[in-house]
């Protein structure tokens, strides 16, 4: 069985995908997690997955505008000028 | 400290450490699975890691140093169970071994934890909280060997062979301890035998002596490496 | 996408994972590279392992150790990465030790002195982090990744290396010796290490960006790298014919490929022996692998 390894450097940082490795069960599988992904002290924490547990989600439909919901899709530039201007001069 | 002197308690615990972790080594780059390779090598790692910091107490006392105790003395002089010694290039010998001694071991480190001499007990606390590790992997694996056929035969086999050994590990009350222990986890009977007790070492730890020290031996004593 | 399509994506430096489409040519070198790989670091720790047993401090033990342990954790990786791309590990296993695929040359001769412990640790490991770093940016992403852990773990390596080197060429006569004894050997496998020179568009592994650098260009790394540090230490380097241009260029005697090429097909001086222990270990552990990949009772 392949079990995906996620690793958390410190806490308060995220779990990151970190590699895998072969192991029948938990046990095996946690003992060779901790030894290939924190034998040095590198990791705070590991989660341990069955590769056939995880889902794999890819692909967006790419079609339309839809920048208005990101930062992007605002250029306020040209009206702040303008808006300070006409406050200059009032 | 009882009886025996504080560096005779910490050169027997140091000795058994250190060639047994010698012992252990012998499997880093050959073992039966990559990953377990990587597992058992940190273990071997472990052990010599608490015979050079049990090394470094005696050696205070001593007016020496670690690597001295560790190299410099004959194969006569050494303290260590004949147990540690058996050179057992073979897997479920490998795996019995460790979970026999690991077993012996957490029985004599809650002795030291208690010692009043608050070094030594901090110290086997330190080698304790390490080793909980190693009961684990040692754990697993005799599950997943008794969780065959093959795997009970096999251990069985080297249970058997090994039995002798792991009893002259400890002594008296202590050695009571270790086989209700033993018995109690294993499903098969073990043999009625003598121990091998500590105090004779085996052929094998000449020989693995000689090619610890080989490189050691071809500078003068106090050479740096 | 088709084989032009792709060729172009990568030049431009586009990734490509493991479930993705790839020319049937370019997973084919790609396994036979990585399966290399990871087949030269399970060799090279035979050599090594050897001296575990006999390091001269608790110290240099426990460094030697984690550095062995190490090169065996990279072949895990490495192998993990063959296995999703199609190739199992137990295929990988049987055809190394079948002679069918190869490893690298510096892991088929013999290591004789605790100096070789030092030369190779500091040199032979240098040599290999400078194409594992090149590594980091090959167009296949799983293997880029696993490369950044291995590369970040060598770099301890090498400093222990040195560390070995430097307090022997500070100790007894005896004991300079011995490194400048292990150099001398050493020497013409380094210099074959990278690979005889190709030119980049002749070079199939550039072209599908599996690796980033030229074989010359990283033996030119190697050597503005190293032949200081060598030179510093008072060590002779065994070719008279070393030497800098003003243009920054080493010049040196023309390795002989003939010999990297008899040595890599598996006639170097210590590839049988090698590769029958590796074997015989191999069958005897196999009793091991069916019990811990049984089903549970």
Request: hydrophobic share 40%; net charge negative; proline share 5%.
């Amino acid at each position: 069985m392949i079990w995906e390894v996620f690793r958390q450097e410190r806490k308060g940082q995220p779990f990151q995908h970190a590699g895998s490795v072969e192991a029948p069960d938990f046990r095996f599988a946690e003992i060779y997690g901790r030894e290939q992904y924190g034998r040095r002290g590198e990791s705070e924490a590991l989660w341990l997955v069955p590769r056939e547990h995880l889902s794999v989600v890819e692909g967006w439909a790419d079609e339309f505008d839809l920048k208005y919901r990101r930062v992007d899709g605002y250029s306020i530039k040209a009206r702040l000028k303008e808006a300070r201007e006409r406050a200059e001069s009032r | 400290m009882n009886a025996r002197s504080r560096v005779e308690v910490l050169l027997e615990l140091a000795d058994d450490e250190l060639i047994l972790g010698w012992r252990d080594s012998e499997w880093t780059g050959i073992a039966p699975l990559l990953e377990e390779d990587v597992a058992f090598s940190s273990i071997a790692q472990n052990e010599i890691g608490h015979a050079r910091a049990l090394y470094e107490l005696a050696a205070r006392e001593l007016g020496t140093d670690a690597d001295a105790l560790a190299f410099d003395r004959a194969p006569d002089e050494y303290r260590c169970a004949p147990l540690v010694e058996l050179r057992r290039l073979e897997w479920a010998r490998t795996i019995a071994r460790h979970w026999l001694y690991e077993t012996a071991d957490e029985i004599r480190l809650a002795v030291l934890k208690a010692s009043d001499d608050p070094e030594v007990a901090g110290l086997a606390a330190k080698i304790d909280r390490e080793e909980a590790y190693h009961r684990m992997h040692a754990e697993m694996w005799i599950d997943r060997l008794l969780a065959t056929e093959e795997g009970t035969t096999r251990l069985r086999e080297a249970i058997d062979e090994l039995w002798p050994y792991a009893l002259g590990v400890l002594d008296g009350e202590l050695r009571l301890q270790l086989v209700e222990r033993v018995r109690g986890r294993l499903p098969f009977d073990l043999p009625e035998v003598e121990p091998v007790t500590r105090g004779q070492h085996t052929e094998e730890l000449r020989e693995l002596w000689d090619e610890m020290t080989e490189v050691r031996r071809s500078a003068p004593t106090g050479a740096q490496w | 996408m088709d084989d032009q399509e792709f060729l172009e994506y990568v030049q431009a430096g586009g990734q490509v994972e493991t479930g993705d489409w790839m020319p049937d040519d370019y997973r084919a070198k790609l396994v036979k590279f990585i399966e290399m790989h990871g087949n030269s670091e399970l060799m090279g720790v035979l050599p090594e392992r050897e001296w575990i047993l006999r390091a001269p401090t608790l110290q240099r033990k426990l460094a030697l150790t984690a550095k062995v342990q190490d090169e065996v954790g990279h072949s895990q990786l490495i192998y993990r990465v063959v296995e999703d791309l199609g190739k199992p590990r137990e295929h990988c296993l049987a055809d190394l030790v079948s002679g069918k695929s190869k490893f690298h040359n510096v892991f088929h001769y013999p290591t004789k002195t605790w100096g070789d412990v030092g030369v190779i640790a500091w040199l032979v490991d240098a040599a290999a982090i400078i194409s594992q770093k090149a590594l980091l940016k090959c167009s296949y992403a799983p293997y880029a990744r696993i490369m950044k852990k291995i590369c970040w773990e060598e770099s301890f390596h090498i400093l222990h290396g040195r560390d070995v080197i430097l307090a022997m060429v500070t100790g007894t006569p005896e004991q300079f010796e011995l490194v400048q004894e292990a150099l001398n050997r050493w020497w013409p496998p380094l210099m074959q290490f990278h690979g005889n020179p190709i030119p980049a568009d002749d070079d199939p592994m550039y072209q599908w960006r599996i690796k980033s650098q030229g074989n010359e260009e990283a033996r030119q790394q190697f050597l503005d790298g190293y032949v200081p540090q060598m030179l510093e230490l008072g060590l002779t380097i065994p070719d008279p014919a070393l030497r800098k241009r003003d243009d920054g260029v080493w010049e040196y005697t023309e390795p002989d490929w003939d010999e990297l090429r008899h040595v890599v097909t598996g006639h170097g001086p210590k590839t049988q022996e090698r590769l029958g222990f590796r074997r015989l270990n191999h069958d005897e552990t196999a009793w091991v692998r069916s019990v811990v990949l049984a089903e549970a009772a």
